[in-house]
């Protein structure tokens, strides 16, 4: 059974950090490229960052450039992202999902995506 699950999400002070986890089951996560994606509430999902499967290359959103961090450890299964100088306008459900066999161009369009996980929350407040 394929499956994704975000983990590492909470409540935090703007200009506090997180660390987001999405850990892989059910298939080989090293063929994959992943994604992760926000979504704010009344807003559409719009993507965050994306990562090869190799790690070697990685994509940003303008919004997260050089505050968000994504790596991957795949003998873990598991890829990361990083997030510091957070601010209440990060404050969302943050996904995770991959994508046969990499992140392209177009990185940040949800439909290229094969397999989803079930969302983690974010939240930047005082």
């Known amino acids: 059974q394929v499956q994704l699950v975000e983990s590492g999400g909470g409540l935090v002070q703007p200009g506090g950090s997180l660390r987001l986890s999405c850990a892989a089951s059910?298939?080989?996560?090293?063929?994959?490229?992943i994604g992760w994606f926000r979504q704010a509430p009344g807003k559409e999902r719009e993507g965050v960052s994306c990562?090869?499967?190799?790690?070697?290359?990685?994509y940003y959103a303008d919004s997260v450039k050089g505050r968000f961090t994504i790596s991957r450890d795949n003998a873990e299964n598991t890829v990361y992202l990083q997030m510091t100088s957070l601010k209440p306008e990060d404050t969302a459900v943050y996904y995770c999902a991959a994508d046969y066999p990499s992140c392209g161009s177009r990185w940040y369009g949800p439909s290229k995506y094969d397999y989803w996980g079930q969302g983690t929350q974010v939240t930047v407040s005082s």
């Open positions: 059910g298939f080989t996560l090293a063929s994959y490229a």
């Open positions: 990562i090869s499967s190799s790690g070697s290359i990685t």
